[in-house]
């Protein structure tokens, strides 16, 4: 996201920015004596204390090859998500499950039968990040069952959204479905999606939450405002008052009403070109040493170029890059290149590209992937001087056979989105094609 995550990112090392165990390192909190913990397998509910809140997510643990494999499951529009966590390791009581594709970590201990307790532990970042966890196995339920006096609301449909206050606000568009008092949905804002959610209706009030491995996200909200009511404020119909609560320390309030026309403002103007400019010139170093790209290196010209602006810690990116990497591979022999252009916490190469080349070798990226600098709007701005205006990660660059710049999309609209997703792809798709036919 994001991408999305980019503007809380801002509000000073809020959850959305990625935390640490240690400054960028990479390793994992163990403790001597005692045995590590049995992974039961099966369903689990895990829970995160983070702001005087729970954030409650669902995994599950299965057997593969002899071995404890951990899959973070999140329900949305779209379905379901698995997120599968092999990288397990064990010493003293302690078990570490890596975040898949992310540098995070669930650093657990036995906590009684088939209990865990530890810590949700980020490791890329200047400051310490820990948000302590615990887990029941045999849990199914995200949310406990809701018991409420009141009739239940309908917050299905499509509703205008704000975030944050005054000159820090910023549009979204709120999507749920709704069977009985399971809702599902996500947001969309100009900068991306908040991928799967998934929660509860209780009366007048719904509870929304989704675990990555690199993000945790609770949204609240009430119908109306709850009492006391502020008298300084006048509130429309139907609604929606709450709060967004992202990881460690990252906080917003949002409210949103009823409007089946929702719509944000165009992707493909947000990020343009600065007057004058047609190209963009660059010169990268490769993820894999001792390399450089370049859109007019020899196997790029003539052919039409998709650059993808990325990061390694952005669950946006890996959304997207889920769909480029086997498109690229049905695709490749049409006459189209990927680029992916990654910028990544670490100013160092060795750091930065070791991330990229996992994360390349994950998610079986046939294309380049270079290193492109650190991942904020001030880095991207001096290493793609002729853009103006760059918001988020991911950013989609199309060139034309003769290397100029024909369209910039700003986000991705995921899988958890629903339809988005699909006319997502269908945008990207109708571009690509544009372009070859020329």
């Not at 970042?125 to 302590?132: A, F, I």
């Not at 904020?376 to 290397?403: E, W, Y």
């Amino acid at each position: 996201m994001n991408n999305v995550f980019l503007r809380l990112a801002a509000t000073a090392a809020v959850g959305l920015a990625m935390g640490a165990c240690q400054s960028n390192t990479s390793t994992s909190e163990t403790a001597a004596g005692g045995s590590a913990p049995t992974l039961t397998p099966g369903p689990w509910r895990g829970v995160l204390a983070t702001q005087g809140q729970e954030i409650p997510f669902l995994f599950e643990v299965k057997t593969e090859a002899g071995k404890p494999v951990v899959y973070l499951i999140n329900q949305g529009l779209n379905g379901e998500e698995r997120l599968r966590c092999e990288e397990i390791t064990s010493a003293g009581d302690s078990t570490t499950i890596r975040m898949h594709a992310f540098d995070a970590a669930l650093v657990v201990r036995a906590d009684g039968a088939d209990k865990l307790k530890g810590t949700w532990v980020k490791y890329d970042t200047k400051d310490p990040y820990r948000v302590p966890f615990t887990a029941t196995a045999g849990v199914q339920d995200l949310f406990p069952a809701a018991q409420s006096a009141e009739k239940s609301g309908n917050f299905g449909g499509t509703w205008r959204a704000t975030f944050g206050e005054g000159k820090e606000s910023y549009p979204a568009t709120g999507v749920f479905t709704q069977q009985g008092n399971k809702l599902l949905g996500t947001f969309l804002t100009t900068t991306g999606d908040y991928r799967y959610l998934s929660g509860q209706v209780s009366g007048q009030e719904l509870k929304l939450s989704t675990f990555d491995g690199s993000h945790a996200f609770l949204f609240t909200a009430h119908n109306g405002p709850k009492e006391p009511v502020d008298i300084t404020k006048e509130y429309a119909p139907n609604t929606l008052i709450g709060d967004f609560y992202s990881g460690k320390a990252g906080h917003e309030a949002w409210s949103a009403v009823p409007d089946p026309n929702a719509k944000l403002p165009d992707a493909d103007t947000l990020t343009y070109l600065k007057k004058g400019e047609s190209r963009l010139n660059f010169k990268f170093p490769s993820v894999y040493e001792g390399g450089s790209i370049s859109p007019t290196d020899p196997k790029y010209r003539g052919k039409v170029v998709v650059l993808q602006i990325l990061g390694s810690w952005c669950p946006n990116c890996m959304d997207e890059t889920n769909f480029l990497a086997p498109w690229y591979e049905k695709n490749k022999q049409r006459g189209v290149e990927i680029i992916g252009l990654g910028y990544e916490r670490s100013p160092d190469y060795q750091v930065s590209a070791a991330k990229l080349r996992n994360m390349r070798e994950r998610f079986h990226m046939g294309y380049d992937v270079a290193f492109a600098g650190v991942s904020n709007k001030d880095s991207v701005a001096r290493s793609l001087p002729q853009l103006a205006k760059f918001l988020a990660f991911p950013t989609t660059i199309f060139l034309d056979k003769k290397g100029n710049v024909r369209k910039i999309h700003t986000g991705f609209a995921g899988p958890g989105t629903g339809k988005y997703y699909q006319e997502e792809i269908a945008g990207f798709e109708q571009t690509v094609n544009k372009l070859l036919k020329e």
